[in-house]
């Protein structure tokens, strides 16, 4: 056989689906797995999916050598030891020029590593976030590769026709930038996922336990919502959800779901990256927190029964108006979550000197990804408006519709309250709101109490310098 254009390694689902589009897209790709019945499978399916032009390896060095120089191959496997042992084994058969690429939630400063150790062996490195889940994978991804750039112009054709393709913006891939930029932007994708997950399952839990609305109706609301603003590949799965009915027994399955959210680890890493850089993100703490919660099943159900009591609200509920009212409080939440991911973005940026396009983040996120949403469309014309902008609330178009829907949102916020039902993610985003808007805030007083127990030191509003007072000795000597 011919050699092929780039090789992949690693066939669990994304790498399949991965490697079976880049076949379909016309790149004869060499494929390789440790277990090497997954490389049967893969090869069978290329077969049963239209003959693609894939080809299956059971050993390392065969692998390797049916690639075209300079090689190119993408890894997909478990981050962490799984990803250096991979590489150990590829780059045992690998030339001076070739290329490995990480395709897996890789955390960046280990990215950043194997990118200067595969230097030193005279291999080029790309560490590649992919988003999309598994029909992504097959069908269109958004990717987001940083690293080597000569690596990156290795595999730019393969990577433009293989990614999501958005009629009015393009493919939905672009070189992020040098090192570990791929990786770090992709965790942050995942840590605005969170927060976008938390606050549409609060729109469900308010529609629900306040709004006593069924799953049909349910349905309906989130398909409705989808036809506008909040237009969104997850608006749009939840809509689906509420439809399928339970195939093992009555009624419907997302009701005989267990309350017990499961994680990776990105976001928590997310959260991580926002203390390290003294980035305000509550609504993605609020969804990591909730995740954490939800995992506390057996305490919750004792909590239960020992907190028992009427905790509704005696107060009226108008379907309709509380309809629009929490549409308009998930939008505008929706828009904190995403100011906040991007606010960590830009300073990691500034940090690492990678000079990051957060209009060109938002462009290849609008197809493919996860978080895919018609409003992102927006995001990216705000950064082209002002690339400097310190925060996307402040944009004009975004600061008007938050104006527009706060009073929904604090309403919404205010009668789930009343009603014993919590709303960390939307409370979170209203009290970052809030905060922000405010020109004075009660951190004097904290910084006067830090100043009293630990001469800490302040300044002062009225003139410069740095002051300290002998609270103490001052409050005693009244005494």
């Not at 690998?94 to 990118?115: A, F, H, K, S, V």
């Not at 009343?418 to 009660?442: C, E, Q």
């Amino acid at each position: 056989m011919a050699l092929t254009r780039i090789g992949l390694a690693g066939l669990a689902v994304m790498g399949q689906n991965l490697a079976l589009n880049i076949a379909e897209k016309g790149f004869p790709i060499s494929v390789y797995n440790r277990t090497t019945s997954k490389v049967d499978e893969t090869v069978q399916r290329a077969k049963i999916e239209g003959n693609l032009p894939l080809y299956g390896f059971h050993d390392p060095a065969s692998f390797v050598n049916s690639i075209q120089k300079p090689r190119v191959v993408i890894m997909l496997v478990k981050a962490g030891a799984p990803v250096d042992q991979t590489i150990a084994t590829l780059a045992a058969h690998l030339e001076q020029g070739d290329c490995i690429i990480d395709g897996g939630n890789e955390w960046y400063e280990n990215t950043e590593r194997r990118e200067k150790e595969m230097e030193e062996r005279g291999l080029l490195y790309l560490g590649m976030g992919v988003s999309g889940g598994e029909e992504g994978a097959r069908h269109g991804p958004s990717m987001m590769p940083g690293g080597s750039v000569e690596a990156y112009q290795y595999i730019e054709d393969i990577l433009l026709k293989v990614s999501a393709q958005v009629p009015d913006s393009g493919p939905c891939v672009t070189y992020i930038g040098k090192g570990g930029s791929g990786n770090f932007v992709k965790m942050v994708h995942n840590g605005i996922e969170y927060g976008d997950m938390q606050l549409i399952a609060e729109a469900y839990d308010v529609l629900k336990s306040v709004g006593k609305l069924t799953n049909s109706e349910l349905q309906q609301v989130f398909a409705e919502w989808n036809k506008g603003e909040l237009l969104s590949f997850l608006v749009e799965i939840t809509a689906d959800i509420f439809g399928i009915k339970d195939d093992q027994g009555e009624g419907y399955l997302v009701d005989k779901v267990l309350d017990k959210t499961g994680m990776k680890g990105t976001g928590k890493w997310t959260v991580q990256q926002a203390a390290e850089l003294s980035v305000a993100a509550p609504t993605i703490e609020a969804s990591l927190d909730s995740r954490f919660l939800s995992g506390l099943k057996d305490e919750r159900v004792a909590a239960s029964k020992i907190f028992q009591g009427d905790y509704t609200s005696d107060e009226p509920v108008d379907k309709a108006q509380l309809i629009e009212d929490v549409r308009k409080a998930l939008y505008a939440s929706k828009i904190c979550s995403y100011a906040q991911g991007m606010n960590i973005i830009k300073a990691k940026s500034t940090e690492k000197g990678w000079g990051l396009n957060l209009g060109e983040l938002a462009r290849i996120w609008k197809g493919g990804c996860i978080i895919r949403a018609s409003f992102l469309d927006r995001i990216k014309k705000a950064y082209d408006r002002n690339a400097e902008l310190a925060n996307l609330l402040i944009d004009p178009e975004f600061a008007q519709e938050i104006m527009d829907r706060q009073a929904a949102w604090r309403r919404v916020v205010c009668l789930a309250i009343n009603n014993g039902v919590s709303t960390p993610g939307m409370s979170a985003s209203l009290a970052y709101f809030d905060s922000y808007r405010r020109d004075r805030l009660p951190a004097n007083l904290v910084q006067a109490q830090r100043d009293y127990f630990g001469a800490h030191t302040y300044e002062r509003v009225d003139m410069p310098g740095s002051f300290h007072t002998e609270w103490y000795k001052i409050a005693n000597s009244k005494i």
